[in-house]
Every structure is written in structure tokens, then in C-alpha cells.
């Protein structure tokens, strides 16, 4: 599990503002999509001690991660299912609270997503999502990149920004029956290690810029790699690597 990204490390300052504006109540049936390795849903298994939460997400490594962080915290009422939230087959109107931590940008179609959500979520259920805003307001994504030349615009693949855009997504998510949509911009850096030699390790994890220093020839890549630890190298600080960010909680109902 060594190569899997640390994101809870990477956005401990976000998680913090998330989990506020969360505001799981002590009897909350939470639903976590998209859990990742499991942090956000055990903070809400741990604040919803006479309720539960369930943590969903397609990748079963990031899940096993999950299980084995879980597994010395005693949470009785933390559960983790494989499974895509855009077709899964949720019980109706079984959750209070749908959360999600970056993890619903991705959706091949949203509308449908939010639909098959909202489906699973009580009437007056919550929703409460932390997404990404436009590429060019996260330095994370833009300043790394420009280290490497074959990297002008936007990856191929999946596409991290897809809810960036305000009116985009309140039309998304109101498509879907939800109502009451807010925007709330988050501003906070992002952590990639205490070192700039421990972030070029992590930004390597990143499948994106794996993907794309392998696809340069050897001369090319050791040029990359040069940019790239000079990069992170004037992102250092007495407390680490950091870049800026930023970011939407959004917040919606079901009626």
C-alpha cells in the first residue's frame, strides 16, 4: 500500500472546514461516496455514535487501506462497500447525510449520480460535497504540470475540475431533485510531504504526472525532473511542501 497517495495528509487543512460544515448529528446514517482510504468516514462513524456510516468507493486497494486504518479504532457502526454510486443500488431514503470529499467529480453522468444519491437519502437528507474549483485557481495542478513540456492543457482521463463551475453544478445537482444549493469557497494550501524530496515521491504517486514523466524520452524526463524538484523546492517551508488551493463545499437538500 506504500504507492497510494497520501491525501489525508495532503488535505488535513480542508478536511477540517469539511467536517464542519458536515455537522453530523449523533444519530446520522451518513453515506461517504468516494471514501478514499476511509478518514472522512470514520470521523463521521465517530461523531454519529447512536447512527452509522458507510464509506463507498470503486477502487477495493484504496478500500483495504481503509479497513486496516479502521481496524484499531473499534467503530461498530463504520461499514466499507465496494461500489459506484452513480448505479449502485442503495436502500431508498436509508441515509440523513451524503458526504463526500472529492470524491464525485468523476461521474461519466452526473445528473444520474446525483439522482441515484438523492434516491438513497431521506426526505430533508443533506448533502454536503468538497470538490475542486477551476484548474487555474489550484497551483497544485498548474505549477507542477508546466515542469513537464508535453503537459499545454488539461490531462486526458478523468477530469478533477468537472464541478468547478458554479452554475454548472447547482443545474447538476438541482437536474437531480436537489434543492437549496450553496457555495462555500474554501482558500487552504496543500501539504505534499516535509520535504521537497518527499514531495517529488508523492507527486510521482499522482497518476497523472507518472503517467506523464514515463512518457517522455530519457533525456526529456531527466530535464522534467529537474523542473519539478525546483519547483517543489521554492514551495518549501519551515513546515513542508505546500501549494495553493481552492475549492467548494457545496451544500444541498432532498425536499
Same mark, same amino acid.
Given at each position: ?13 480542508? #478536511? ?14 451518513? /453515506? ?7 478518514? +472522512? ?10 447512527? %452509522? ?15 486496516? /486504518? %479502521? ?5 461498530? #457502526? ?11 443500488? *442503495? ?15 468523476? *461521474? ?7 439522482? #441515484? ?20 485557481? #489550484? ?22 475540475? +468537472?464541478? &468547478?463551475?458554479? &452554475? ?13 444549493? +450553496? ?12 520535504? %521537497?524530496?518527499?514531495? *517529488? ?10 503517467? /506523464?514523466?514515463? +512518457? ?8 522534467? %525532473?529537474?523542473? /519539478? ?27
Amino acid at each position: 500500500m506504500s504507492d497510494l497517495f497520501d491525501y489525508d495528509a495532503e488535505l488535513r487543512l480542508h #478536511n477540517e472546514l469539511f467536517r464542519a460544515a458536515a455537522r453530523v448529528g449523533s444519530g446520522d446514517r451518513v /453515506l461517504d461516496v468516494g471514501c478514499g482510504m476511509g478518514q +472522512s468516514t470514520r470521523e463521521a462513524a465517530g461523531a454519529a455514535v447512536a447512527g %452509522s456510516a458507510v464509506g463507498v468507493d470503486v477502487s477495493e486497494r484504496m478500500l483495504e487501506r481503509a479497513r486496516q /486504518l %479502521s481496524a484499531d479504532q473499534g467503530l461498530p #457502526n463504520l461499514t466499507f462497500q465496494q461500489a459506484d454510486a452513480q448505479v449502485h443500488r *442503495f436502500p431508498p431514503a436509508q441515509f440523513d447525510l451524503c458526504i463526500s470529499r472529492f470524491g464525485t467529480m468523476f *461521474f461519466a453522468d452526473p445528473v444520474a449520480a446525483f439522482t #441515484n444519491i438523492g434516491h438513497a437519502l431521506r426526505p430533508a437528507g443533506r448533502l454536503v460535497l468538497l470538490v475542486w474549483q477551476e484548474r487555474d485557481r #489550484n497551483e497544485w495542478a498548474t505549477a507542477i504540470r508546466q515542469t513537464f513540456p508535453a503537459a499545454p492543457g488539461a490531462p486526458a482521463g478523468p477530469d478533477p475540475f +468537472s464541478l &468547478a463551475d458554479p &452554475a454548472t453544478t447547482e443545474g447538476i445537482l438541482t437536474a437531480a431533485g436537489f434543492t437549496e444549493v +450553496s457555495f462555500t469557497d474554501v482558500r487552504e494550501p496543500v501539504y505534499y510531504g516535509p520535504d %521537497s524530496a518527499a514531495a *517529488f515521491d508523492a507527486v510521482l504517486r499522482l497518476w497523472e504526472f507518472k503517467d /506523464l514523466l514515463a +512518457s517522455l524520452g530519457a533525456a526529456a524526463a531527466e530535464q522534467a %525532473s529537474a523542473r /519539478l524538484r525546483a519547483t517543489l523546492a521554492a514551495h518549501t517551508t519551515d513546515g513542508g511542501v505546500y501549494f495553493d488551493s481552492r475549492a467548494w463545499i457545496i451544500t444541498a437538500r432532498r425536499p
